[in-house]
């Protein structure tokens, strides 16, 4: 009966080493659900511009690496205005 002490202390450090991996996997999965949310919310949101036109790029790159101006400038001025 004289170990009884030290039993409450391991089972007390235990407990808490528990409740603190149970803490770090609760946060870890809200950072994840966070960054996914996000992530999702971007992507709603490029969608969206995309669709409705205002999302232009001025150049696009051929096969070559070389830059094409885009169909929608017209072929004289090449960038400068």
Request: no cysteine; glycine share 12%; aromatic share 10%.
């Amino acid at each position: 009966m004289g170990y009884s002490t030290t039993m409450v202390l391991n089972l007390t450090f235990l407990a808490t080493l528990g409740a603190g991996f149970v803490f770090f996997l609760w946060h870890l999965l809200i950072f994840t659900i966070i960054l996914v949310l996000a992530d999702a919310g971007r992507l709603a949101a490029l969608t969206l511009i995309a669709l409705s036109g205002r999302y232009r790029t001025k150049h696009r790159e051929g096969s070559h690496g070389r830059v094409i101006p885009n169909s929608r400038q017209s072929s004289g001025s090449r960038g400068r205005r």
